[in-house]
């Protein structure tokens, strides 16, 4: 039986380690992926509304859709989610997101894939586990849209709270939680922070270019390195040595840069540098790179000198969300 308004909340991450190993040209040609990474307090809302006639409404950051067939939907993520759902008409989607929807490295095409099929599904009176919505918003990004991206956004926006996801060559994928107290996870907060660029990009150039040569080899060693580092990195922050987070973090981003052409350009080299001539552990950019935000990891006691370093950005801090995509309205 379909309900009448549905609202899903679901997270935006930032990833800390392992990043690149969660695509399939890597994990499944060179003994699986691994990724450490938080979902956060920012979010995208999908609302689905029954409509009184039998024509399709989409509401997005860019435009408003009015059609009568599913097939004559552009959004290429919403009308794939209908055909996998079921719904087919007399429905309204509006989407809010609190971040930039497009371009800032967070997670955001996922996150929307995973809060949309959430929205429908539950629109139709069922309900999904974060396994199957994880999965499901893979098939949509992957398999039906043929993005060349990873698996960890739709994990961490399924999941919630912090991770780390382990990849395998069989297409499996291994779900284990770094639990830290209430205390304890306020105190890793403290060490690390976002900040805005004030440059959006594409990561698909950057993506397709990557796996090009993962494909070829190229990439393989530093890639090796960085699956290493997630297993470090859980351990480090199972141990509470969040100075070792960072630390952990500048390496991979040293590593990160030398993946694709155009990763880092000089606004984001000077921003690195900034931070780091401040105290700063250690960061990366968000992300496939190229823009978005600068993720840094710093003692307490240097704040203010990066927050002073990065004073004409926005800063966001990082705050942990520990429940993945979910219902927070239902109507009649």
């Known amino acids: 039986m379909r309900s009448s308004v549905i609202i899903t909340r679901t997270p935006l991450r930032v990833s800390f380690a392992g990043?690149?190993?969660?695509?399939?040209?890597?994990?499944?040609?060179?003994?699986?992926?691994?990724?450490?990474?938080?979902a956060i307090d920012r979010y995208i809302y999908v609302l689905v509304n029954e409509k009184f006639d039998q024509d399709i409404r989409v509401s997005y950051s860019r435009a408003a859709e009015y059609v009568s067939r599913v097939d004559d939907i552009k959004h290429p993520a919403?009308?794939?989610?209908?055909?996998m759902t079921g719904v087919d008409g007399s429905v309204e989607i509006v989407t809010i997101s609190d971040i930039p929807a497009e371009g800032t490295g967070i997670g955001s095409s996922s996150a929307f894939a995973v809060g949309i099929l959430n929205a429908l599904w539950a629109f139709k009176g069922e309900l999904k586990g974060p396994g199957e919505l994880a999965e499901a918003a893979c098939e949509l990004e992957i398999g039906r849209l043929k993005e060349t991206i990873g698996k960890q956004d739709q994990y961490a926006a399924a999941f919630g709270g912090l991770h780390q996801y382990e990849f395998r060559p069989d297409d499996s994928v291994g779900v284990h939680a770094l639990p830290l107290s209430r205390e304890e996870r306020e105190r890793f907060e403290q060490h690390f922070a976002l900040y805005y660029t004030g440059v959006t990009r594409s990561a698909g150039k950057v993506l397709q270019e990557q796996d090009r040569r993962t494909g070829t080899g190229e990439n393989l060693a530093a890639l090796d390195r960085i699956r290493e580092m997630s297993g470090e990195t859980r351990k480090a922050i199972l141990a509470r040595d969040f100075e070792r987070v960072g630390r952990l973090l500048d390496e991979a981003w040293t590593l990160k840069k030398g993946l694709a052409n155009g990763i880092t350009n000089s606004v984001l080299d000077r921003m690195y540098s900034a931070v780091m001539a401040a105290g700063a552990w250690g960061g990366k950019v968000t992300g496939a790179g190229g823009g978005g935000f600068l993720l840094v990891a710093a003692p307490r006691e240097k704040r203010v000198q990066v927050e002073q370093a990065l004073s004409g950005h926005r800063h966001l801090p990082v705050h942990i969300s520990t429940e993945g995509s979910r219902i927070v309205f239902v109507g009649r």
């Not at 190993?21 to 994990?27: A, E, K, N, Q, R």
């Not at 919403?78 to 055909?83: N, Q, S, T």
């Open 78 to 83: 919403v009308r794939e989610a209908l055909r």
């Open 19 to 38: 990043g690149g190993t969660d695509l399939p040209s890597y994990y499944r040609a060179h003994g699986g992926g691994s990724v450490v990474s938080a």
